[in-house]
């Protein structure tokens, strides 16, 4: 755009340009004024002394004294009146003129041929109102002499012709035939400059509309051009009947490329993307940049959806051979969405519509792959985007609500913990689980607002049972590692604790394995804060990440949660009672406690205790339950134990 603007600039001169147009035109004038008047002052001298040799002292006395006055003109100059300056010379010239017609002989006299050259240095160095006023007076002054010769008010003579008259009359002439030359050379440097001027504008506009319809980065059609190759090429597929694709491709990985390479690898990346596709459909009109790292491309004449499907295949290996940036191999790979014209619609809004649709349900397959549109996968996708705007309102009418889960102590059977879960009870749908929504609201950005609430939240439940003296042990909150990237979270969870006033040791965040291994560097900084001021840390379904120890040692972590995907297949013989055996006996060789989730029954449990599992939770001893059941449950847990 502001290419674009740049350009606008030189195709409409802007008030500083039009300035300088002015003032060089001012200049050229005051230059020619200078020029005309020297000439002029010139002939007047050589006239006079012509005129002298005539005998004729008082014309050559007019003539001469004019010369002198016209010296003024320079004080003018001097002053910076130029206007005035050119009055006096135009009005000086045309009065001396006309006294010597006048006396002379009349419309017949040779100073007649002198109004010519005045009129011509006029329109070059004074300005329409002059021009009028010395015209006016040139007209007056013949009319009043014809007027006085028909009345016999004036006899005015023709003297007869001579070499001094001649001379006079040459000398004229030359002078106004310098300045048409002049006149006339300005003319024609003025055309010449129009004309470079209006190729200038010409070139400016054409790359306005080329900057306009194309993508500054790669050269190729923008989406506005899109719209306009698409309007032709589906009019000709109308025409014969035939069907046209539109390929919706979206490149995966640009932003990590961006993040650890920088943007010119990125722009790099994209030019040369663009580069393979034209490569491939062989027309320029057929490939177009949407935005970003999207990218169309039409696929017209057709007659089967296969002939999209094979064209999709060679775009997919097309992107995902490697590209070199300053002898750095990158690997990046696209996601394509399909849609056809007519029967997915008519119009190419619609279409990309539905083709970005169906590229998002590629990505949410795996990526690299391709897929059509179809109703389904809209249907699909309105229902995530009508539970993200849910969401949003439920923030608000405060739908969102915590449940408890309490952790159980496996060699002392006692509550050491409760879990905060998030759950939403939506008013028309009723209880939405939170593998949807907790999912719907990690890719919307919502589940840094939502994530705020439940820690400010089980901060003031936490409090709430502290003061009544039932709070013995950590409240547990989990924490999205989005919330975590956004970099404040620290600050977040100490403001939560000051101002509910619950001590730090009560809290603890449960951490992915995802997140230490994403962004360790900084987390180290944010995790060292939260456990010097007290707040307890451990890392959550531990075993389905990449489980690297070195990152257990660097932010000292106190527990491992093992996911429950484990325990509950531990009676099967698959292996996973032998992974979480290897858990426990790592995490005690380390000094970390192991917390078991999703314990359904005694025989699990029975187990997780031999083998040596510090705590548990589980549907076996209770599900979540609402704030307000928890001391009822802890009353009735100490009782059962007594």
Request: proline share 3%.
């Amino acid at each position: 755009m502001a290419n674009q603007n740049n350009f606008s600039n030189m195709a409409q001169p802007t008030p500083a340009k039009s300035l300088q147009i002015h003032q060089a035109f001012s200049r050229q004038k005051i230059i020619r004024l200078m020029q005309i008047l020297r000439i002029t002052q010139a002939a007047l001298l050589l006239v006079s002394i012509i005129t002298i040799g005539q005998g004729y002292y008082r014309d050559a006395i007019i003539l001469m004294a004019t010369g002198i006055f016209l010296f003024s003109v320079d004080w003018a100059i001097y002053k910076e009146r130029p206007v005035t300056g050119a009055a006096i010379f135009l009005l000086s010239l045309t009065l001396m003129l006309s006294y010597l017609i006048w006396i002379g002989g009349g419309i017949r006299d040779s100073s007649v041929l002198g109004y010519c050259g005045v009129l011509i240095f006029a329109a070059m160095v004074g300005n329409k109102r002059i021009l009028l006023v010395v015209l006016s007076v040139m007209v007056a002054v013949l009319m009043a002499v014809s007027f006085a010769n028909e009345y016999g008010l004036v006899q005015n003579t023709v003297e007869p012709i001579n070499l001094a008259t001649g001379a006079i009359a040459i000398v004229i002439l030359l002078v106004v035939g310098l300045a048409v030359w002049m006149l006339a050379n300005d003319y024609r440097a003025t055309l010449d400059e129009l004309a470079r001027e209006n190729e200038r504008v010409k070139s400016a506009k054409n790359h306005i509309e080329h900057m306009a319809m194309h993508d500054p980065l790669t050269g190729l059609p923008n989406r506005i051009m899109a719209q306009h190759s698409f309007d032709q090429i589906y009019r000709e597929a109308k025409a014969h009947k035939q069907l046209l694709g539109i390929i919706f491709i979206d490149l995966d990985n640009l932003k990590p490329i961006n993040d650890s390479l920088g943007h010119q690898a990125g722009d790099q990346i994209l030019k040369e993307v663009a580069l393979r596709l034209l490569s491939y459909t062989k027309q320029v009109d057929w490939v177009c940049r949407y935005g970003g790292d999207e990218f169309i491309v039409f696929m017209p004449n057709i007659t089967a959806a296969d002939q999209v499907s094979e064209a999709s295949v060679d775009i997919l290996q097309l992107v995902s051979e490697n590209y070199v940036y300053r002898n750095i191999e990158i690997f990046c790979t696209c996601s394509i969405g399909i849609a056809l014209a007519p029967q997915d619609g008519e119009d190419l809004d619609t279409l990309i519509k539905k083709a970005d649709i169906a590229m998002y349900h590629s990505k949410d397959s795996g990526r690299n792959s391709f897929r059509f549109f179809n109703p389904a996968i809209n249907r699909n996708m309105l229902d995530h985007i009508s539970l993200i705007s849910g969401m949003r309102k439920a923030l608000q009418e405060k739908q969102f609500s915590l449940h408890y889960q309490p952790k159980i102590d496996l060699q002392t059977n006692d509550i050491c913990g409760f879990e905060a879960l998030l759950r939403w009870h939506h008013p028309d749908q009723g209880f939405i689980s939170p593998a949807t929504f907790i999912p719907l609201a990690e890719s919307s950005g919502l589940i840094i607002q939502l994530g705020e609430w439940v820690i400010t939240e089980a901060c003031e439940q936490g409090k709430r049972w502290y003061d009544e003296g039932i709070l013995q042990f950590a409240v547990a909150i989990n924490i999205s590692s989005i919330q975590f990237k956004r970099g404040n979270i620290d600050s977040i969870v100490l403001g939560a604790l000051s101002a509910s006033g619950l001590p730090p040791q009560f809290l603890e965040l449960e951490l992915t394995e995802s997140l230490l291994i994403e962004d360790s560097d900084r987390l180290a900084t944010t995790l060292s804060t939260l456990r010097a001021e007290g707040v307890h840390l451990s890392i959550d379904d531990f075993g389905t990440g990449y489980s690297n120890l070195g990152y257990l040692k660097k932010f000292e972590v106190e527990a491992l949660k093992i996911d429950q995907s484990f325990v509950r297949k531990m009676d099967d013989q698959t292996g996973d009672a032998a992974i979480v055996r290897a858990i426990i006996q790592m995490s005690a060789s380390l000094g970390l406690k192991t917390i078991a989730e999703g314990v359904e029954d005694a025989g699990t449990a029975a187990l997780l205790r031999n083998l040596g599992c510090t705590q548990a939770q589980g549907y076996y001893w209770a599900r979540p339950m609402p704030a307000n059941e928890v001391p009822g449950f802890i009353e009735s847990w100490r009782k059962n134990q007594d």
